[in-house]
Structures are given as structure tokens and as C-alpha cells.
């Protein structure tokens, strides 16, 4: 029973062969076949010697041989495709030559045919393979540059921001210089004060009148006046720019209405209660 249709012969006598040795085995009578199949005796003898049978359908046919089959306990996986093929319409038996072979090619071409298809599927792999490589690279190198990219701007802020940091020599913060009017002594209604600190060899001087007072100054040195010397009011102020003179003398009619200024620095001159005429002696260090 293993070696059910080997290829050689017709598969209508090969089939009828299995059902008359099960009938034999079964000892079955040829009307007794006819009776359970419900079949007329000369249709079980066309099976049994695989003759083609005209005046029958081929699906009725099949479905007769399938119950014989079944009577004989003769089915397998097997027996059902030999059944299948011995007994198959035209129209089945063009449907499967379409379907083994639908373009007529000879075996050589169908394996050359096949082996141009699984090269185009593992062409088609290989480029998907390699888009996908691609793209995995094109991403890596967009991710780099955008990184470097910010790396760079980060480095040129820092490097921004070190050259604001650091002063340019024309920048660099000079020393704060703290400018003092420093009383030294008095000879009379003369008083000294000495003017430390200044950055350079000049000032801006300026007395400020509370009421009538005589004002004049002068280069002590030289004696040359320095303004106009006159009486002033209340309310009214003398203002000068002393450059490169060392020594200033202010002649004040009456010192207790006047408020001297060096630099918008007051020169305590009250502190000394000064009344009537009076000499600030003011010396530049």
C-alpha cells in the first residue's frame, strides 16, 4: 500500500488494482460492491479494471470510487490523490496543467526561471539592506554635524565671552583714586590745606555765597589773579579752572559766608569758625 501509483501505467487501473485486492480481502462480491455503492454491477467492473466509463459523469464516477474506497478500508492520504487523479474532469485537468506549468516552459527554463526570481528577491533585500545602511548613515552624519555644529557656537560664545572678560589694555580699570583736602595748619588769618589725590595738575574750583562777601584768588606764586575779584551776593558763586599752579590763595572778606569746593569735594573751612577776612591757602600734592 506505500507504493500506491509509482508514475508507470494508467492511474485508473493502478486505483482499480487497490479496490479489487480490498473487495478480495474483504471477500466481497462484485454484486455485493454493486448493492452497498448502490451501483449497477458493470460500473463496479469498469473501476476495477480502469476502463473509461462514457455514460457517467467523471464527478459521479469519483464519488462511486471514494465509497468503494471507503467500503474497502483502502483510504489514505494517498489513495485520496490517486483518485483525484485518475478520475478528474477536462476542465480540472486543464486548471492543473495551467497551474504546474502555466506558460508551457520545459523544466530547464522553469529552474532558470526560478533562479532569476530568488536572485531578483535577494537583489531586492541587498538594495533594501543598503537603503536602510543608508539611511542609518545620513542620520548619523545629520546628528554629528548638528552636535559639532552647536559645539562650535558654544566654543564661539565661550571664546566671546572670554574676549569681553578680558580688557583691552585701552579698558583696563585704573585704580580708583580717592581725592583729599587735608587742613595742615594756620598762621594767622592764614589757613593751609593740602589737595592729595588728584589724577592730574588740575581742578575745578568753586565757592558758593550765602550773603555779601569779598572773593578774590590768585596764583601765590606768581601772583597773578585768577578771575575777577569782587563782592558777591547770596546765592551767587565763583567758578575756575586751576591748571598747573600748585599754590591758589582765596581771599574771603567774610569766611563764614563762603563754601569752598574742590572737585564738588567741600574744604572744611567751618570747622575752623572763621569770621571776617581770611586767607584759604590751598596746595596741590
Known amino acids: 500500500m506505500e507504493n500506491i501509483y509509482d ?30 455503492l448502490k451501483a ?18 467523471a464527478f459521479y464516477v469519483r464519488q462511486i470510487v471514494r465509497r468503494y474506497v471507503n467500503l474497502v478500508n483502502i483510504g489514505s492520504v494517498g489513495v485520496d490523490e490517486l483518485v483525484d487523479t485518475a478520475y478528474m474532469n477536462k ?51 545629520f546628528f554629528l554635524s548638528k552636535n559639532i555644529s552647536s559645539s ?17 589694555p585701552e579698558e583696563v580699570i585704573k585704580p580708583v583714586v580717592t581725592t583729599t583736602i587735608d587742613f595742615k595748619n594756620s598762621k594767622g588769618f592764614q589757613h593751609f590745606f593740602e589737595i592729595n589725590g588728584l589724577e592730574t595738575k588740575e581742578y575745578d574750583l568753586r565757592i558758593e555765597l550765602d550773603g555779601p562777601c569779598y572773593v578774590g584768588v590768585w596764583d601765590t606764586k606768581t601772583a597773578k589773579k585768577i578771575g575777577t575779584p569782587k563782592v558777591f551776593n547770596n546765592g551767587q558763586k565763583f567758578e575756575a579752572k586751576i591748571k598747573n599752579i600748585n599754590d591758589v590763595t582765596i581771599n574771603l572778606g567774610a569766611a563764614n559766608k563762603a563754601k569752598i569746593f574742590v572737585n564738588d569735594i567741600q574744604v572744611d573751612i567751618e570747622s575752623k569758625n572763621l569770621a571776617g577776612k581770611n586767607h584759604i591757602m590751598l596746595k596741590m600734592k
Open 40 to 57: 449497477n454491477r458493470q460500473t463496479v467492473i469498469s473501476i476495477e479494471n480502469g476502463e473509461l466509463i462514457d455514460d457517467i459523469s
Open 152 to 168: 562650535i557656537k558654544e566654543s564661539e560664545n565661550d571664546s566671546k565671552l572670554v574676549e569681553d572678560t578680558v580688557l583691552k
Open 91 to 141: 476542465q480540472e485537468e486543464l486548471a492543473r496543467t495551467i497551474s504546474i506549468n502555466p506558460t508551457g516552459m520545459t523544466f530547464e527554463e522553469d529552474i532558470k526561471t526560478k533562479k532569476r526570481k530568488d536572485s531578483v528577491k535577494k537583489n531586492s533585500k541587498a538594495i533594501a539592506s543598503f537603503l536602510l545602511l543608508g539611511i542609518i548613515i545620513i542620520s548619523l552624519l
Open 7 to 36: 508514475g508507470q501505467g494508467n492511474a485508473k487501473e493502478q486505483l482499480g488494482l487497490l479496490l479489487k485486492e480490498g473487495r478480495e480481502k474483504n471477500s466481497l462480491t462484485i454484486e455485493d460492491v454493486a448493492d452497498s
